[in-house]
């Protein structure tokens, strides 16, 4: 009899250790993460939607940080055009779950599913997946896949905040350099909604680098995807990626628009917000309509 | 019981005998004649999809294979790349062979290697040869085939050929360079998107 209640300790023991064991890479640094937004995945009349979050973790992707950076990107599969629909963080929005807040804060309260939600309800975009970063993996991916060549019109120097030091011009931006032109938004025009379009510049960037890399070694889809792969815990197939891969590279960066929602600046109570004008509905469908902006 | 055999039935017997000789000769010089005639015709079973060869001599293919990986590849998966990379190099021989060699039969070659979306979007003008096209000699055929090494279910397959041929007794020379994206799923592999790029030479 003692010998079968140690035996089914034992049992016990070993089978809940099967998950942290059989899953390891969702213990500790997975550094970029993504999944579908639904688990019926359902792609509507040729559009794909995927949202893209950056948050503020200055390492992995731990639950109780803000999204700093929240963009839509739409793919119309027939019309191969695009957008990137950006929305800064402080937008003052309803969020799923209940209440009205910050669109940042949607993250803390319900995780990636929770951000993608809120931006379902505030759009009426069913989106496809969502793919989330904080700093290491940004830098890491950027890293493998070489540098994102971006046109600076103005220097943005920003040493104590973003770290910042780009000079003026079209250059390919590093690993330390892509973070910081993402993150300044003290010494660039137009603040943190100023920052909220230069992220979306840089995505268009990475497309840009994307299909020069593919378009003159096909093949290079697979470097992307490898590097995609060892940052990322994807809830995506290999080959759900190589279909996108494909895809992405047959979209030319001029027909993919790149808006941020119009806002005028406010407070609630005492915080700082930016409140969403109405001219924003237009623009929400004719995205959910086209998938292009 | 009358256990004698007639006179009757002397003769009667021989004749029987003859006749079922010859009735059997009969079937076995008929049945021997259908035999032949059966090897004749064509199998019931459907044939293989390759071009049919023509008297025109053709460049030969020349064929790379090659992973990519993200990381160190371990000999068990540069086999499986070797392995499957020699089926999608196969596959990419058929289509090209047969849109230049054997068009006619290109629309089953798409159904069996092209999923049903791709297959729709070959159905435009400008690929493949003009129409009346004849002698057509390949001069050049190259194909590198790229695995995605940590699946080895996805490929790249880089393909270029030039050709020269007769159009309404004008010559003119083609050069086509293609990129076709596969992938291996429970059917097997199959075209996802192509690109192609057909000019004169």
């Known amino acids: ?293 | 019981m009358n256990n004698t055999i007639t006179i009757e039935n002397r003769i009667w017997l021989p004749l029987v005998a003859a006749g079922l000789a010859l009735a059997l000769a009969a079937g076995l010089l008929t049945f021997l004649l259908l035999q032949q005639q059966t090897e004749n015709q064509p199998s019931a079973r459907p044939a293989p999809t390759i071009a049919a060869p023509t008297s025109i001599p053709q460049a030969k293919w020349r064929i790379k294979i090659a992973p990519r990986a993200g990381k160190r590849i371990s000999k068990a998966d540069r086999a499986r790349v070797e392995k499957r990379g020699a089926k999608v190099a196969r596959m990419v021989q058929t289509v090209f062979d047969t849109m230049f060699l054997d068009p006619s039969n290109m629309d089953k070659v798409v159904a069996n290697t092209f999923t049903r979306r791709a297959a729709r979007a070959l159905r435009r003008p400008g690929v493949g040869l003009p129409k009346g096209a004849d002698r057509i000699r390949t001069v050049r055929r190259k194909a590198t085939v790229t695995l995605y090494a940590e699946t080895a279910s996805q490929a790249v397959a880089s393909v270029q050929v030039q050709l020269k041929g007769i159009d309404e007794d004008r010559r003119f020379r083609l050069r086509q360079t293609a990129t076709l994206w596969l992938q291996r799923g429970k059917k097997g592999w199959r075209v996802i998107a192509f690109e192609f790029d057909q000019r004169p030479r």
Request: glycine share 12%; proline share 4%.
């Open chain 1, 1 to 293: 009899m003692k010998r079968l209640l140690a035996l089914c300790v034992i049992l016990a023991v070993g089978v809940s250790l099967v998950p942290a064991i059989g899953d390891s890479r969702r213990v500790g640094a997975a550094t970029i993460v993504a999944g579908r937004v639904h688990d019926a995945y359902q792609p509507l009349d040729g559009k794909l939607f995927v949202l893209v979050i950056g948050n503020d973790a200055r390492a992995g992707n731990p639950d109780n940080v803000r999204a700093d950076a929240i963009h839509i990107v739409g793919i119309n599969t027939r019309s191969l055009k695009g957008g990137i629909l950006n929305f800064p963080r402080d937008s003052y929005v309803p969020l799923a779950g209940g209440g009205t807040g910050r669109i940042n804060e949607a993250l803390v309260r319900g995780g990636p599913k929770g951000v993608a939600r809120t931006v379902e309800n505030l759009t009426g975009i069913r989106l496809d997946y969502w793919v989330m970063t904080g700093f290491v993996g940004f830098r890491g991916l950027i890293e493998d896949i070489g540098r994102v060549e971006m046109r600076i019109p103005q220097p943005i120097f920003d040493p104590r905040g973003s770290g910042a030091k780009l000079k003026k011009g079209k250059y390919g931006l590093g690993p330390l350099n892509a973070l910081a032109f993402v993150r300044t938004r003290k010494t660039i025009a137009g603040g943190d909604i100023g920052r909220t379009t230069n992220q979306g510049r840089f995505l268009l960037g990475m497309l840009t680098e994307f299909r020069r890399e593919t378009a003159r070694s096909p093949s290079a889809v697979f470097k992307w995807m490898a590097a995609t792969q060892k940052h990322t815990r994807l809830n995506v197939s290999s080959a759900e990626l190589f279909q996108l891969g494909v895809l992405a590279s047959r979209v030319r960066p001029k027909d993919v628009g790149n808006v941020t929602v119009p806002v005028s600046l406010g407070s609630a109570g005492a915080a700082s917000v930016v409140f969403i004008q109405g001219g924003a509905r237009s623009i929400y469908a004719r995205f959910r309509r086209t998938a292009s902006l």
